[in-house]
């Protein structure tokens, strides 16, 4: 009897394929940030305003898995409304209604590999699709450390 090689190769290259596209590093247990209260700050730069916007405020993260965040921004400039977000490559995608345009601020947050603290970088979107420069600064700092 014989075996095609793919048989036998085949079950040990899907792990490795796998650990090639986890951009992160971390596994999906570990990168999902605890819940409570992290504040806010950034800088946007819209594409049709002259002055960058300064953002302050807390992020509040109510539930946190592998996959999901979810939450409420109590940041000026944001609409209050609930936050939902999700996993997306490597970081959460966490909108934001900005409430001077009818716009949206797209936050990617993110726990480096071996790091406590989050990461963050966002984008502006225009209601006619056009995409702002990243935030000159976004940070988030857990409260109660």
């Known amino acids: 009897m014989r075996v095609r090689p793919s048989l036998l190769i085949g079950p ?3 792990p490795l394929i796998a650990l090639a596209c986890s951009e992160d590093g971390l596994a999906p247990g570990d990168r999902a940030p605890a819940a409570g209260n992290y504040v806010f700050y950034g800088e946007l730069q819209r594409p049709d305003a002259i ?5 302050s405020g807390v992020l509040v993260i109510t539930r946190a898995t592998p996959d999901s ?5 109590q940041v000026t400039g944001y609409d209050a409304g609930t ?5 997306n490559v490597d970081a959460y995608v966490l ?3 900005f409430t001077a345009t009818a716009g949206t601020v797209n936050h990617r947050i993110r726990r480096e590999d071996g790091a406590t603290e989050l990461s963050c970088t966002a984008s502006y979107t225009a209601p006619s699709d056009t995409i702002g ?3 000159a600064v976004c940070s988030l700092e857990r409260l109660g450390n």
């Open 12 to 14: 040990l290259l899907v």
């Open 51 to 55: 002055q960058r916007d300064t953002l």
């Open 69 to 73: 965040l979810a939450g409420s921004w």
């Open 83 to 87: 936050a939902r977000g999700f996993w």
């Open 95 to 97: 909108p934001a209604r």
């Open 133 to 135: 420069e990243r935030f």
